[in-house]
């Protein structure tokens, strides 16, 4: 019990010596960062699979229709343009794309969509389109078998 007795006016001094030359009043300053449940610093952003097969396709035929979904992770509404790198490409100039099976197809070059903005800050946004190589009227002739052919689309994302 006197050891109890002892530590508390120990305690109690300690303490009493820590506030000795403090003022009466004092001021601190609060601060913090607001953030707005409903601004977002616009920003532009896409994401789209980095490879897309398109299967076996022969000059006079169209191929499989692709189903390719894209995220808009940005916080803004866009336009999206996808243009292939090259453009002398004469084999992949007749992609065609579309936005719903219900719509019709449309050349690269000639095609756009609307892909909206997430509805909250920091979530992305998913959606979709189709996308095949049509060859029925490629003019050239395909002599020889030109397996893993590629070229590099871009896709173009602009504010609305």
Same mark, same amino acid.
């Given at each position: ?9 120990? #305690?109690?001094?300690? #303490? ?10 004092? %001021? ?5 960062? &607001?953030?707005?449940? %409903? ?12 490879? #897309?097969?398109?299967?076996?396709v022969t000059r006079g035929s169209d191929g499989d229709s692709l ?7 940005? %916080?803004?509404?866009?336009? &999206? ?20 099976? %219900?719509?019709?197809?449309?050349? &690269? ?5 609307? *892909? ?16 095949? #190589?049509? *060859? ?19 896709f173009w994302a602009m504010p609305q």
């Amino acid at each position: 019990m006197i050891i109890r007795v002892y530590l508390l006016l120990s #305690l109690a001094l300690l #303490l009493s010596l820590m506030f000795l030359g403090a003022e009466q009043n004092s %001021t601190v300053c609060v601060f913090a960062n &607001i953030i707005s449940d %409903t601004y977002c610093e616009q920003q532009v952003g896409i994401q789209v699979p980095p490879n #897309l097969y398109l299967g076996n396709v022969t000059r006079g035929s169209d191929g499989d229709s692709l189903k390719v979904y894209i995220n808009n992770t940005g %916080t803004v509404n866009l336009i &999206i343009t996808p243009l292939l790198q090259d453009s002398q490409e004469k084999i992949f100039s007749h992609l065609y794309f579309q936005r719903r099976t %219900t719509e019709s197809w449309r050349r &690269i070059g000639n095609w756009t969509f609307n *892909l909206s903005r997430a509805s909250a800050c920091g979530e992305v946004y998913d959606d979709y389109f189709y996308m095949k #190589l049509d *060859l029925r009227n490629y003019p050239d002739a395909i002599n020889n078998h030109l397996f893993n052919y590629k070229t590099n689309l871009t896709f173009w994302a602009m504010p609305q």
